[in-house]
């Protein structure tokens, strides 16, 4: 990433987290996820942080991923961007969603992602449709050291999918819930169209700014092929809280 944009998202996300505009309503979640995959070489632990802040319909929400324990030798993992705001259109109410997503892969290679989403929420379901615009990039250090020409630095892909449907067992403002969800989007990572993600989930609210949650995922390779390939699996455990 450039130095200058690295510093840049520093700087705001600092400024978000303890500067925080007292009419806006500031959420934090934090989790660690445990896993390992077929490119892992054993265990993997990462954690993150996001922040959030409403005005009014509007949510605008920044974050970042470090990695523990990974093969990668990289700490930095992930850093993340996004704005939307809630509409209704007759009596059909979404979300509308622009976001940017950076993740170092390891110090030779990095990916982007920028798009945007649409949401809808009901009782006990939860739809995703979207696109993203994906860039896999060679780092400096790699365009250095292996003398690699800079039009060859970038790969482009162009108008990927996403896609989410999740269904809760209880309705949506319960003190508890579990349900599970199809989707190839995470918090910092959107897999192919053809690599979807199951997610299984449960949710308990402590008290009303505090809740905790606990989530299992599962990730094949080629789901839609013929022949489906094991991939991959972590858990996740977080805790949600919404600053009164």
Same mark, same amino acid.
């Given at each position: 990433?450039? !130095?200058?944009?690295?510093?840049?998202?520093? &700087?705001?996300?600092?400024?978000?987290? *303890?500067?925080?505009?007292?009419?806006?309503? !500031?959420?934090?979640?934090?989790?660690?996820? &445990?896993?390992?995959?077929?490119?892992?070489?054993?265990?993997?632990?990462?954690?993150?942080?996001?922040?959030?802040?409403?005005?009014?319909?509007?949510?605008? =929400?920044?974050?970042?991923?470090?990695?523990?324990?990974?093969?990668?030798?990289?700490?930095?993992?992930?850093?993340?961007?996004?704005?939307?705001?809630?509409?209704?259109?007759?009596?059909?109410?979404? =979300?509308?969603?622009?976001? #940017?997503?950076c993740?170092?892969?390891?110090?030779?290679?990095?990916?982007?992602? #920028?798009?945007?989403?649409?949401?809808?929420?009901?009782?006990?379901?939860?739809?995703?449709?979207?696109?993203?615009?994906?860039?896999?990039?060679?780092?400096?250090?790699?365009?250095?050291? @292996?003398?690699?020409?800079?039009?060859?630095?970038?790969?482009?892909?162009?108008?990927?999918?996403m896609?989410? *449907?999740? @269904?809760?067992?209880?309705?949506?403002?319960? !003190? #508890?819930n *579990?349900?599970?969800?199809?989707?190839?989007?995470?918090?910092?990572?959107?897999?192919?169209?053809?690599? !979807?993600?199951?997610?299984?989930?449960?949710?308990?609210?402590?008290?009303?700014?505090?809740?905790?949650?606990?989530q299992?995922w599962?990730?094949?390779?080629?789901?839609?092929?013929?022949?489906?390939?094991?991939?991959?699996?972590?858990?996740?455990?977080?805790?949600?809280?919404?600053?009164?």
């Amino acid at each position: 990433m450039d !130095p200058k944009i690295s510093l840049s998202l520093v &700087f705001v996300s600092l400024f978000l987290t *303890v500067c925080p505009d007292l009419s806006a309503q !500031p959420g934090l979640n934090i989790y660690t996820d &445990f896993g390992e995959n077929n490119g892992s070489q054993g265990l993997f632990i990462k954690t993150a942080s996001l922040v959030s802040y409403q005005f009014g319909k509007n949510i605008f =929400e920044t974050g970042f991923r470090i990695d523990l324990k990974n093969s990668n030798n990289t700490y930095f993992s992930g850093f993340s961007l996004s704005g939307s705001r809630n509409l209704k259109i007759s009596h059909f109410p979404f =979300e509308i969603a622009g976001f #940017w997503i950076c993740t170092p892969f390891s110090e030779l290679l990095r990916e982007t992602n #920028w798009g945007a989403r649409l949401k809808r929420e009901s009782n006990h379901f939860e739809y995703l449709i979207g696109a993203n615009f994906r860039t896999y990039a060679f780092r400096q250090k790699a365009i250095r050291e @292996y003398g690699i020409d800079q039009n060859a630095a970038k790969i482009h892909e162009i108008l990927n999918i996403m896609y989410s *449907v999740c @269904y809760q067992l209880k309705p949506r403002n319960s !003190p #508890w819930n *579990v349900g599970f969800s199809l989707t190839n989007v995470d918090n910092f990572m959107i897999e192919q169209e053809t690599n !979807p993600m199951l997610r299984l989930n449960g949710f308990y609210k402590l008290s009303s700014p505090l809740s905790l949650y606990i989530q299992g995922w599962y990730k094949s390779a080629g789901a839609t092929n013929l022949a489906v390939n094991y991939f991959g699996f972590f858990f996740r455990t977080g805790i949600i809280w919404y600053i009164r």
